[in-house]
């Protein structure tokens, strides 16, 4: 069983077209971040959320957690083909506070 | 500040033959990680080094797999007798001293084939 599950797994859109991707999970986090990754490169951490209820925005992407710390969305306005990536989540686990867990993640192709 | 760098970034090897790959820290960080990822998987947590010392081994690192970090700076993570199961992209990943780990950066990884 996954921790984190991510949904969609692949998602393909045209430029300029709004989108959301999701990252579930039956357990409370203390914290949740995303990561962007680009074919060949390794992820790059875009934001943490921290706070139940918090959002937090990033120019054209809005990330949101979910008010019981179980999910989060993250919300891409007129997306750019610049925007193409694994967009991943991940939380500390096993009680640890340096182990990251990832989801799968969802693969973004924007078409322009 | 130069990012976290891997070494080499693709390697393409032979059943049962053994490989090492490099990974140079940020300078300033004293935390490690290294992370394995295969193709529609995220990243999955291998091994941490504080400084020197490795405090955690996940059950994913069989024993043909061995890190080291023997000064603190710079670490390596070699694979004996490969098997194609171990074909995969092989992340490292350094931190700060943080309350909370502090935040993670990646390098670019290394891309192992095993035919």
């Known amino acids: 069983t996954q921790l984190l599950e991510q949904s969609p797994q692949f998602l393909s859109i045209q430029e300029g077209e709004n989108l959301t991707v999701y990252c579930n999970s039956s357990?409370?986090?203390?914290?949740l971040q995303w990561y962007r990754q680009e074919p060949g490169e390794g992820p790059v951490l875009l934001v943490t959320v921290v706070t139940g209820g918090e959002v937090k925005k990033l120019k054209r992407l809005t990330f949101q957690f979910g008010d019981a710390r179980k999910d989060s969305s993250l919300h891409i306005t007129a997306a750019q083909p610049g925007d193409t990536g694994l967009y991943l989540c991940a939380v500390n686990s096993g009680g640890s506070n340096y182990k990251l867990t990832f989801g799968k993640g969802t693969l973004l192709t924007v078409n322009p | 500040d130069t990012g976290v760098s891997q070494n080499p970034r693709h390697k393409i090897t032979k059943r049962g033959q053994n490989v090492t790959f490099r990974c140079d820290p940020i300078s300033e960080h004293n935390r490690l990680y290294w992370y394995r990822q295969t193709l529609g998987q995220g990243p999955e947590f291998l091994t941490y080094?504080?400084?020197?010392?490795?405090?955690?081994k996940s059950r994913l690192l069989s024993d043909r797999f061995s890190a080291e970090r023997p000064k603190g700076s710079f670490s390596t993570l070699e694979i004996q007798r490969t098997e194609q199961g171990d074909s995969a992209m092989y992340l490292c990943?350094?931190?700060?001293?943080?309350?909370?780990?502090?935040?993670?950066?990646f390098g670019p990884g290394t891309r192992l084939l095993v035919l």
């Open positions: 357990s409370v986090f203390s914290s």
């Open positions: 080094f504080q400084n020197e010392a490795q405090l955690e």
């Open positions: 990943a350094s931190s700060s001293r943080g309350t909370a780990g502090g935040t993670q950066y």
